[in-house]
């Protein structure tokens, strides 16, 4: 299990100041760009239905379709 | 006696120039509907919509749209995520051909009936041809008979002969913005350099589909202009974008275009472009919502990229196509586009 610890949309820590726009924006139309356990950025890959996002210590996530 | 020309209505004008001759309205008239009140929207879009079912017809014409080859580019579109001279979040990814069969399959089974395959590149190399060539062919082999849209940037005639040959039917080639207003939007290129493709591509008898960005700092003035530029060149299909702010762009805290004004835009584009393709693309979820959406397909649109984008996503596909169905809007059907 990973720890969240880092914000997905912005990579700053979570603890750290406010990340409702970083959730709107997550909720709406983006997908993670920072790995939440280590923020390094991900590469991913946006497909029409549905996104892929590998972090090179952490492995990949995906969308759920 | 006759009515001092500020005593005539912008739409009065259009019902009879647009409506009724399917003549485009002028740079001047665009630019008097954009500065339309807010109460004159609702007669505003129910102009549009009239106009779009006189001259287009009812069907919807859906689309995806899938990114080849993300991040990395070596121009400075200031909106864009996908520059390498920004620090945005976006990192380069190569799709592979198998990946690019599934979004093909992904697309073809929303109903819809164009697929595109976009590159973020100043203009393609071998390999980028060689991997369009290729998973062009791999769809096909997968039975798959979607219509295929490329836009790879800026090409050379040798290379728009070759997606000819490849069986691309459109091209995607946006000038995003007026002409006045490009320098301060991308400088390592022309606007002047962006036309030059766009005619190359329609001199080759391939589709042409050219649209932009609302909300990059353009004035009215400047938007109105740049619907008319688009008018001129007579594309088959103009996406009208809706800016996204993304992080490590120099737009990243430019404002969301607001929904009344992005529709007064919409209809707007359709009393300049009667005939043409108009297509719902990126920053509708934002700009819109979902209300927002229906009011757009009721007011001029009549077409829309359903599911996500290259690097942003979009609403689920099933969404948009339980609105056109609630809409009463039939989406066009590959026979009729071949």
Redo the contacts between chains.
């Keep these: 299990m990973i720890a969240l610890v880092y914000c997905s949309f912005c990579g700053k820590e979570e603890a750290d100041g406010d990340h409702a726009v970083c959730r709107q924006r997550l909720s709406v139309i983006d997908p993670p760009r920072y790995c939440p356990a280590c923020a390094r950025r991900m590469v991913v890959q946006v497909t029409p239905d549905g996104w892929t996002a590998r972090c090179s210590r952490h492995g990949e996530t995906a969308s759920a379709r | 006696m006759t009515a001092a020309p500020e005593q005539i209505d912008v739409l009065d004008e259009a019902r009879e120039q647009v409506l009724e001759r399917g003549v485009g309205l002028t740079e001047a008239q665009v630019l008097k509907v954009l500065e339309l009140p807010e109460e004159r929207i609702p007669d505003l879009l129910a102009l549009a919509h009239e106009v779009r079912e006189r001259w287009c017809g009812p069907e919807v014409e859906v689309e995806?749209?899938?990114?080849l080859k993300?991040g990395g580019c070596p121009e400075d579109c200031h909106f864009c995520s996908q520059s390498g001279q920004f620090p945005s979040?976006?990192?380069?990814?190569w799709?592979d051909i198998p990946?690019l069969v599934?979004?093909a399959r992904?697309?073809r089974d929303?109903g819809a009936t164009e697929f595109c395959i976009v590159a973020a590149v100043r203009g393609p190399d071998k390999r980028l041809l060689s991997q369009v060539r290729d998973g062009i062919k791999a769809i096909r082999e997968d039975g798959n008979d979607i219509q295929i849209a490329c836009s790879l940037g800026m090409l050379t005639q040798e290379q728009v002969d070759e997606l000819v040959a490849m069986g691309v039917h459109r091209y995607n080639h946006n000038l995003e913005t007026a002409r006045s207003h490009f320098p301060n939007v991308v400088t390592t290129h022309s606007w002047e350099e962006r036309w030059d493709t766009l005619r190359m591509i329609r001199d080759a008898g391939m589709e042409v589909c050219c649209g932009g960005i609302i909300g990059m700092g353009e004035t009215l003035a400047q938007r109105a202009e740049f619907a008319v530029q688009l008018a001129e060149l007579e594309p088959d299909e103009v996406p009208l974008n809706f800016l996204?702010p993304n992080?490590g762009t120099p737009y990243e805290n430019y404002p969301v275009v607001e929904g009344a004004e992005a529709l007064r835009t919409v209809g707007a584009f359709r009393l300049a472009l009667p005939r043409t393709i108009l297509r719902f693309a990126g920053g509708r979820?934002?700009t819109f919502g979902d209300l927002g959406a229906k009011q757009g397909m009721l007011g001029g649109i009549n077409a829309i990229i359903?599911?996500?984008?290259?690097?942003?996503?979009?609403r689920?596909?099933q969404q948009d196509l339980d609105m056109l169905e609630e809409l009463s809007m039939p989406i066009k059907a590959l026979s009729q586009t071949l």
């Design positions: 995806g749209i899938v990114s993300t979040p976006v990192r380069s990814a799709l990946g599934r979004a992904q697309t929303t996204i992080p979820e934002l359903v599911g996500n984008y290259l690097t942003n996503l979009g689920p596909a």
